[in-house]
């Protein structure tokens, strides 16, 4: 899994442990799913994608240390 991380931290904002989040366009977000299917052994591996479609709806807590750098978000 240490190379989708480090393959998503290229497209993606690292939040914390195994988090990443950010903004991608349909075509980015197609060449991201299959390069992780290149990469993972789906026998062992699972990989989770959250598409948010309104981002009026979106509400993010966030409770003890901040992890990742929070200038990039998006």
Known sequence: MDKVR?????HLN?????????KV????????????KDI??????SILIYKVRTPQYIERTEIGQTKGNKN???
């Open 6 to 10: 480090k393959y998503l931290k290229k």
């Open 14 to 22: 690292w939040v914390q442990n195994s988090v990443l989040e950010g």
């Open 25 to 36: 366009t349909k075509a980015e977000l197609r060449r991201i799913k299959t390069k992780i």
């Open 40 to 45: 993972i052994n789906p026998e062992e591996d």
């Open 72 to 74: 990039k978000i998006i």
